[in-house]
């Protein structure tokens, strides 16, 4: 079993609409998390990041945390077109843990 | 700042060539990474290294091999190329005293194929 589960797709929503992603985990002293978006044919980039759990919000990004539940979820506001990429959680026990644990990936496409 | 540049962008090989992948970063980060990327199967660590002239294993280390005699460059190598490591391959770096957190920046990647 992989130690962070991610749901790779694809997901393919009309423009406007709420994207919803998650993953799930079995480290449970994992503290800190990340989003990722992967654009085609380049690098990934850092979306948002949060500690513990809770909700943080930047714009029309919202990241959620359930260390009971050991589950992570993104939402995507009034969805663009230009979200459209591939989204990837990350993972690690402290703020200064080198290595993060890695989802697959979830392929998102938003139709205009 | 170019941030982290990967050379080459692509390269096609054939079944027992060698080749070096260069990472390149301008950011004075301690910490760079080599990864693999296939579908279904997210990024994978190959190795690591958490400062100049030091080199770890990572997830999946087996053949290949690194080495980082700078600080700012990362060398990923494969000996004796093999089907199985057409991939994409991404390095990133990290933390620096001034930086936030452990976020990790990507180069581009390099897009391999082994015939």
């Known amino acids: 079993q992989k130690e962070v589960e991610q749901d790779p797709g694809p997901l393919s929503v009309p423009e406007g609409a709420i994207v919803s992603l998650n993953c799930t985990y079995s480290?449970?002293?994992?503290?800190?998390f990340m989003w990722y978006r992967q654009y085609s044919r380049k690098g990934p980039e850092l979306l948002m990041y949060?500690?513990?759990?809770g909700n943080k919000e930047d714009g029309r990004f919202t990241a959620q945390v359930d260390k009971s539940s050991k589950y992570i979820s993104l939402f995507i506001r009034d969805s663009q077109p230009s979200d459209s990429a591939t989204y990837l959680c990350?993972?690690?026990?402290?703020?200064?843990?080198?290595?993060?644990?890695f989802g697959a990936g979830t392929t998102v496409t938003v139709r205009a | 700042n170019a941030g982290v540049t990967q050379t080459p962008k692509f390269r096609v090989l054939k079944t027992g060539q060698s080749m070096t992948l260069l990472c390149a970063q301008d950011m004075n980060h301690e910490y760079m990474y080599w990864y693999r990327q296939d579908p279904g199967m997210g990024l994978r660590l190959i190795h690591y290294s958490v400062g100049e002239g030091t080199t770890a294993k990572g997830e999946v280390p087996d053949g290949y091999n690194v080495s980082r005699l700078k600080k700012q460059n990362f060398l990923l190598g494969l000996e004796s190329a093999a089907p199985s490591q057409t991939s994409v391959y991404f390095c990133a770096s990290s933390y620096s005293p001034q930086g936030l957190y452990n976020e990790q920046f990507f180069g581009p990647g390099t897009r391999l194929t082994v015939l």
């Open positions: 949060t500690y513990s759990s």
């Open positions: 990350a993972m690690s026990p402290s703020s200064n843990d080198y290595k993060l644990s």
């Open positions: 480290n449970s002293a994992f503290q800190y």
